[in-house]
């Protein structure tokens, strides 16, 4: 008869074998629950407007993964050793540039526009104060090839999504990732080191550390926010002052 074996607690100081790694958790019921069903209504709302859906890998080499985040740090990759092809592996930080990969590629010949969508998890190497989970669920849907209605269609399918999830008091923040460089070159110059404090400064919404910075004539970017109509007519003022002084 065999002797029962005796499970013994883990001595002081040890790693509780059962303990997560920082910023990762089980997702119980009723979240568990809830995460499959917004999963669903959205893609489903997304579905319905002729967006397929893809599924790309969880994992792709670094290097390629990387070069297609622009302006994204690889620091926020966890990137790991292959064992197979003996090069450097990435878990994905944002599907959106694997999306970009496959309408470049798989799906490269497919007539335009090309309507896709996509959902799963994303795992970043650490989380932050505001957001402390290193994993998380990203749901999203993109256009190629249709520049005219991208930005009106993909606005308003987010927003029915949402809706579609249950999401309410929603708001949509329009950003042009190049706006600062763009308006350095002719309307606005500056230096390149300038120019990327600038950036800084309007990322962190600082007028005090914009003004600093050098971007005092960006400051009405600042106020463009609130009610659509609001919003939009400042920007229309601070655009007429760049064609008024003759800048473009």
């Known amino acids: ?23 990762l958790a089980d997702r119980l019921p009723p979240r568990a629950a809830e995460a499959m069903r917004v999963t669903r209504a959205m893609v ?8 397929d859906p ?6 792709e080499f670094e290097r390629s993964l990387a070069a297609r985040m622009a302006g994204v740090s690889r620091n926020r990759l966890v990137r790991f050793t292959d064992p ?8 994905r930080a944002d599907i959106t540039v694997q999306v970009g990969r496959i309408a470049a590629t798989g799906m490269g010949d497919a007539p ?12 970043r190497l650490k989380g932050n104060g505001l957001e402390p989970e290193r994993e998380q669920l990203q749901i999203g849907a993109g256009i190629v090839g249709a ?22 008091g929603i708001s949509v ?5 190049d706006l600062v460089d763009t308006l350095a070159e002719r309307a606005h110059p500056m230096d390149a080191e300038t120019v990327d404090a600038v950036r800084h400064e309007l990322d962190a919404k600082d007028a005090g550390g914009l003004t ?21 007519a400042k920007l229309e003022e601070f655009d007429r002052a760049i064609i008024d002084g003759g800048a473009l």
């Open 84 to 91: 197979v092809s003996l090069r450097t592996l990435a878990v």
């Open 173 to 177: 923040d329009f950003t042009l990732p």
């Open 147 to 168: 520049d005219n209605v991208a930005a009106a269609e993909a606005v308003l399918l987010a927003i029915e999504a949402l809706r579609a999830a249950g999401a309410t």
């Open 54 to 59: 893809v599924q790309p890998p969880l994992v």
């Open 44 to 51: 489903d709302a997304m579905a319905a407007h002729g967006y």
């Open 212 to 232: 600093a910075a050098g971007g005092e004539a960006f400051l009405p970017l600042l106020y463009a926010t609130g009610a659509f109509d609001t919003a939009i």
């Open 1 to 23: 008869m065999t002797k029962p074996t005796a499970i013994r607690p883990p001595r002081s100081g040890a790693p509780d074998p059962d303990l997560l790694p920082e910023g």
């Open 112 to 123: 335009r526009p090309l309507r896709l969508s996509y959902a799963g998890p994303v795992l």
